[in-house]
């Protein structure tokens, strides 16, 4: 099984550079078209016509891409005072009954999410300069987040369940951080 969950992390890893990455580029974009729109609209007295909205997309995008990164480099929120209190035992279970209560977190948004995508998949956007589903920025970031979420969660549990009791102390720190 470590074999298994070698390749998990791997792929979990591979999925959160690929985050990391888009989100800085997302972000640089921000800030130069919100840039840009002040330059041109303030100084040149011609704003860009698609800069807000590209700015409003590219936000929700980042949000729900930063969510899921955050979630596998554990840099969630979480009530660390509490967690220090607990014995050996208790952050172990805490850990489990976390990581299951955010996979049904995740498919409950799933769900919810998959039912407007169906909606929005015949909407566009309206003032970009391409044609593009709405879905690929209000619905569709919130189905890869859960889709990812649930897969680091679900491999936080397996990690857990299968690791040596040597790691066991290590694991639990890093995974109630």
Partial sequence: MEGILFYYKKLIKFFGFIEKTFGIVLLISIVVIMNAQVFMRYIIRNPIIWAEEYLIYA?????????????????HTAVMTFIEL?????????????????????????????TAFRIEAAQTS???????????????????????????????ILE??????????????????
Avoid: W
């Fill in 160 to 177: 857990l369940i299968f690791q040596s009791r040597k790691n066991l102390q290590d694991k639990l720190y890093e995974q109630t951080m």
């Fill in 86 to 114: 607990l014995p050996e035992k208790g952050k172990y279970y805490y850990v489990i009954i976390k990581s299951i209560l955010v996979v049904f977190a995740c498919i409950f948004l799933f769900i919810g999410a998959l």
């Fill in 59 to 75: 936000f929700i995008v980042g949000v729900f891409i930063g969510a899921s990164y955050g979630y596998k480099e554990k840099r």
């Fill in 126 to 156: 309206i003032t970009l300069p391409i044609t593009l589903p709405r879905y690929v920025t209000f619905s569709g970031p919130v189905l890869y987040c859960t889709i990812s979420i649930s897969i680091t969660a679900i491999y936080d």
